[in-house]
């Protein structure tokens, strides 16, 4: 099993991510989405500008996932906020925060092996997955055990709070 942070940085991504359980990804090849496999761990990342005031909101993990399916070429391309998707894999999304709350990831990027520039980490993230060591995994866990539960019990906040704005 690997582990990877799961970048979201389009709250009406994450509605779709949330509601479909599902992950799409756009059609540039990369490694690391090629490797996924049923099983492996998303630590579910939402970027800064996700909900579209950079000023006030963190870049958070708001939960955590596990792959269900090897990712595949979708029959259509899903298009959300502009772009075109073209392949993806199912997720079965476990936990979640409540909205708007979550595990900060800049204050931890010191201790993070998989952001060896600390001074430029955030350029890790203009991809969809960012594998992370081990240790990187146990770390990130340890921080939202504090704040997870079941994603039932929050599933609907976000999509609520999301259809709103």
């Known amino acids: 099993m690997r582990s990877y942070l799961l970048v979201l940085g ?22 690391e989405v090629q490797r996924l496999e049923p099983g492996d761990e998303l630590l579910i ?5 996700c909900w579209h005031n ?27 906020a502009g772009r075109a998707f073209t392949s993806g894999c199912d997720i079965d999304v476990r936990t979640l925060v409540p909205y708007r709350t979550g595990v900060e990831l800049a204050p931890l990027v010191g201790q993070l092996a998989a952001f060896p520039r600390k001074t ?11 594998e992370l060591p081990s240790s990187d995994a146990m770390l990130v866990r340890d921080q939202l055990a504090g704040q997870e539960v079941p994603a039932a019990e929050q599933l609907s906040s976000y999509l609520e709070a999301i259809k709103r704005a």
């Open 120 to 130: 430029a980490w955030s350029t890790r993230l203009r991809r969809p997955l960012l």
């Open 54 to 80: 950079p000023t006030r909101d963190r870049g958070r993990i708001i939960g955590r996932a596990y792959v269900t399916s090897p990712v595949s070429v979708l029959d259509k391309p899903v298009e959300l």
């Open 45 to 49: 990342y939402t970027t800064r500008g």
């Open 10 to 31: 389009e709250r009406e991504a994450v509605a779709w991510v949330l509601r479909q359980q599902q992950m799409a990804f756009p059609e540039r090849r990369r490694t």
